[in-house]
């Protein structure tokens, strides 16, 4: 099986920042796009952000100029840097992964973590 792990989550103030992580652990043997999402309360879930393993990255429209989203091959996990928080950025944020999980298989999983809340309120 494969695990994600979230972290970075919490309460900050509008302007405000955070950093979220998510590391993938378990039985990988490639990641191919890794992405964030989230559901506001009453909401559906959104693309926050995505990132290829080449590098290429999709931002949501609000999203772009703020946030940035990155990964590190070599711990499987996956970054999103939040600057300038907006009290509209409240939500779960929760981390998406494909994954394949053999070397003999072109089969990809996806996976998704259990979420962590962000809240922006002064």
């Known amino acids: 099986q494969v695990q994600l792990v979230e972290s970075g989550g919490g309460l900050v103030q509008p302007g405000g920042s955070l950093r979220l992580s998510c590391a993938a652990s378990?039985?990988?043997?490639?990641?191919?796009?890794m992405g964030w999402y989230r559901q506001a309360a009453g909401k559906q879930r959104e693309l926050v952000a995505r990132?290829?393993?080449?590098?290429?990255?999709d931002y949501e429209d609000s999203a772009k100029g703020r946030f940035t989203i990155s990964r590190d091959n070599a711990k499987n996990t996956v970054y999103l840097q939040m600057n300038s928080l907006k009290p509209e950025d409240t939500a779960v944020y929760y981390c998406?992964?494909?994954?394949?999980?053999?070397?003999?298989?072109?089969?990809?999983?996806?996976?998704w973590g259990q979420g962590t809340q962000v809240t922006v309120s002064s």
């Open positions: 998406n992964v494909d994954a394949r999980r053999y070397r003999y298989s072109t089969t990809v999983y996806n996976y």
């Open positions: 378990g039985s990988i043997f490639s990641i191919n796009a």
């Open positions: 990132i290829t393993s080449g590098g290429s990255t």
